[in-house]
């Protein structure tokens, strides 16, 4: 069967590229009927950063990537102890100033098939030094928990990022020392970002719950990570979950590192809000608006102008961008000239029979054939801004009443 796991360490907020290793694990145990296990691996009590570990079961809550199990590693220090005392009997691990390292070869090479280009990868043994798996405080180091839970966990195969290459014969030889079956070692490629430097925080390599919070898509965010590095044949950008889960193969991912590039993300999430239900799109946006705002607004009012938005926005946060003027009380500073073709607006507007945003159109055209006024002055006139949702269709949706009571103030 197979059995993958994601192996967070909860010393910083997970960024994308730590998420899309999760993703790929994911699929990889649903494309094959598998199993998908989250192993916290919070031995490093120095680093430990309290708030990170509840930002990684968010993360994962948040994106769909539900577990079918659940370990930390702290809970097992005996187990590791066990494990020690065997190395120690077998005299491949010693005493080292309250530590214990593990002994390793000094001749011969290290060598494995990585599942991604099917590539050999050769370590020289004179080359690695003896490492320490069990620290002064009693904890095991990440070399040393990881292959011992790989092992009692029956992972069938390691997918992680590029970056854990170095340290596979260190792995590799722990195997052999207890005589294990070693798993499929997949190293899936750095991501970098558009100056072919390792993403870092200045080309946006974020927490997916910082993308959260600035209103992008979960859909969205999914289909920009699995793209960073696998691809399923053809020019198709726009994958569901559940064509991502249909398709995903690890022979698809590509030897090369992928470029981030923030751009396409905000294209991508552009087209998965045009793509919305509107009732989908509207639930989202209310909640975006209470996350920013952390007050009451209007709800019947942001459901009636969200479709007049959807085809405008980006970002959920485009929408309280667009929408704000209408949903809370402004103060405009507007010029003489500007008040008094407010003034006239008032008189006009309010003597209309039928409220509807063709007879709002048609006070606005009057105005700008007989005295050459721009749609940019009715703009700021009710916005303060020169441009936006479209005015005579957001007035109806306003009210006459609200509408007549905003040119008045």
Same mark, same amino acid.
């Given at each position: ?15 994308? !590229? ?5 993703? #790929?694990?994911? @699929? ?9 296990? @989250? ?39 005996? *187990?590791?102890?066990? %494990? ?62 990881? +292959?011992?839970?790989? %092992?009692?966990?029956?992972?069938? %195969? ?27 070692? +997949? ?7 558009? =100056? ?6 200045? %080309? !946006?390599?974020?927490? $997916? @719950?910082? #993308? ?21 044949? !053809? ?17 698809? $991912? ?18 998965? *809000? ?21 007050? #009451? ?8 102008? +969200? ?10 946060? =485009? ?31 309010? *003597? ?35 441009? !936006? ?21």
């Amino acid at each position: 069967m197979v059995r993958v796991r994601i192996a967070p360490s909860p010393t910083g907020i997970p960024h994308i !590229g730590n998420t899309r290793t999760a993703l #790929y694990n994911f @699929l990889f145990a649903k494309a094959n009927s598998g199993k998908f296990i @989250l192993r916290i691996e919070d031995t490093d009590r120095v680093r430990l950063v309290p708030e990170s570990e509840k930002a990684i079961y968010e993360i994962l809550r948040w994106l769909g990537l539900n577990w079918d199990e659940e370990y930390k590693q702290s809970d097992r220090l005996e *187990i590791y102890k066990k %494990h020690l005392r065997e190395l120690v009997d077998k005299n491949f691990a010693y005493e080292d100033s309250g530590a214990f390292r593990f002994r390793m070869p000094k001749i011969g090479r290290t060598a494995w098939v990585d599942e991604i280009g099917k590539k050999e990868i050769i370590f020289d043994n004179s080359m690695q030094e003896d490492f320490v798996i069990i620290k002064s405080d009693g904890y095991p180091t990440y070399n040393f928990a990881n +292959v011992i839970d790989d %092992h009692l966990m029956q992972i069938s %195969h390691a997918i992680r990022g590029e970056e854990f290459i170095s340290s596979t014969p260190k792995h590799i030889q722990l195997y052999n020392a207890f005589g294990w079956q070693l798993p499929t070692f +997949v190293h899936l490629p750095v991501i970098l970002g558009p =100056d072919k430097t390792k993403l870092s925080k200045r %080309h !946006g390599a974020k927490s $997916v @719950l910082d #993308y959260r919070d600035e209103g992008y898509l979960k859909e969205a965010l999914l289909n920009f990570m699995v793209l960073l590095g696998w691809n399923p044949g !053809g020019n198709r950008e726009i994958i569901s979950i559940e064509e991502m889960i249909k398709l995903f193969d690890l022979k698809d $991912v590509n030897t090369a590192s992928p470029i981030f590039d923030v751009k396409k993300l905000e294209w991508m999430n552009g087209v998965y *809000i045009r793509q919305a239900k509107p009732d989908e799109l509207i639930s989202n946006i209310k909640y975006q608006i209470l996350n920013i705002k952390k007050n #009451y607004l209007d709800e019947s009012l942001i459901q009636k102008l +969200v479709p007049l938005a959807q085809t405008r926005i980006t970002t959920l946060n =485009d929408f309280y961008d667009l929408a704000f003027p209408f949903l809370e009380d402004q103060h405009i500073s507007l010029t003489k000239e500007e008040k008094e073709i407010a003034e006239r607006l008032y008189r006009e507007l309010s *003597i209309l029979d039928k409220w509807s945003n063709e007879a709002i159109f048609s006070v606005f055209k009057k105005f700008m054939g007989s005295e050459k006024v721009k749609m940019s002055i009715f703009y700021k006139i009710f916005t303060g801004k020169t441009s !936006g949702l479209p005015l005579p269709q957001t007035l109806e949706i306003l009210g006459k009443e609200k509408t007549l009571e905003r040119l008045k103030n």
